[in-house]
């Protein structure tokens, strides 16, 4: 008995034989889209993402940018983040993988709206833990747009 049997690999539970993909992108125009409205990525947030549309309201603009963690889009991220507030810089954490949001409540936001907040819940996976994140974001036009100011 010098071999012993080769060590689980960290992480698989025994019999687990699913690949989990840790790439982020691995969503395509088909996928439902995943800030969870009932659509398509390209049919949802895609199209605002790719520029084709910019969001109406402060909630489908904090939806975008949920979906833009998911599927890593940080230009797109920087570009819906006030000119006050933007980092010069935005690392993605390749280790967090984002499973699903909850919009718990809005206030303003609407197209008669020049600011509003949306308080959510953000679920995703760490490491294979689950977690979530919860803030309260506000949300102001610049240039009649909806970016995203910051949040507690
Ligand atoms: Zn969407």
Redesign the pocket.
């Known amino acids: 008995m010098s071999a012993g049997a080769a060590p689980a690999p960290k992480g698989f539970a025994p019999g687990d034989n699913r690949v989990v993909s840790k790439k982020t992108g691995s969503i395509t125009p088909t996928s439902p ?5 009932p ?1 398509s ?1 390209a049919g ?2 895609g199209a605002f993402h790719t520029g084709a549309s910019s969001a109406p309201t402060a909630e489908r603009l904090m ?2 940018r949920y ?1 833009a963690f998911a599927v890593g889009d940080v230009p797109y991220l920087l570009r819906t983040w006030h000119s006050s507030t933007r980092p010069a810089v935005l690392d993605l954490d390749d280790g967090v993988r984002w499973t699903g949001l909850e919009i718990l409540a809005t206030s303003g936001g609407t197209a008669f709206h020049q600011e509003g907040t949306v308080e959510f819940r953000a679920h995703c996976r760490v490491g294979g833990r689950e977690d979530s994140q919860h803030e309260l974001s506000r949300f102001v036009r610049e240039g009649g747009r909806w970016v995203y100011v910051d949040g507690v």
């Open positions: 889209c995943p800030c969870g409205l659509a990525y949802c947030c939806r975008s979906s």
